[in-house]
């Protein structure tokens, strides 16, 4: 096999492994976790491939990616849905999205607005926490 195939081959994998780092866990890792996790199986890969890689799978719509309080997080569930995230620990839980559509929506659409899409979040204290801040106070 010449260097280029090579090269190509082990970018498919790594591209795989970053993918499967994502996909199977809903904690919506970021670039740092997702490194800790691939170089078990890749101990040489470098912090810079996971970002190319994370970057490419963004690209090519296999992969989601959001700032949360300076962070790039990743999501590998493409199906709408909500968020909710804790202040705290930086917990990020999906949450199934209901069919209805918002009042907020039904207004924007009746002023002649062309909505495409929405981003909801709840934010707060996850229930581990919030039993930590109950016993604390
Ligand atoms: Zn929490
Ligand atoms: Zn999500």
């Given at each position: 096999m010449d260097a280029t195939r090579r090269t190509a081959r082990r970018s498919t994998r790594q591209q795989r492994l970053v993918f499967e780092a994502v996909s199977t866990?809903?904690?919506?890792?970021?670039a740092e976790w997702v490194y800790e996790a691939v170089r078990r199986e890749?101990?040489?890969?470098?912090l810079g491939t996971i970002y190319r890689n994370l970057q490419r799978l963004v690209e090519e719509g296999r992969l989601r990616s959001f700032e949360r309080a300076g962070l790039t997080r990743y999501d590998a569930d493409l199906e709408l849905h909500d968020h909710f995230s804790c202040v705290r620990c930086g917990l990020l839980m999906d949450i199934p999205r209901a069919p209805e559509v918002l009042p907020a929506e039904r207004r924007l659409r009746a002023r002649g607005f062309a909505v495409e899409g929405r981003t909801l979040e709840f934010h707060g204290l996850c229930r581990k926490c919030r039993r930590g801040a109950s016993s604390n106070g």
């Open positions: 866990t809903r904690s919506h890792p970021t890749l101990p040489r890969v470098s």
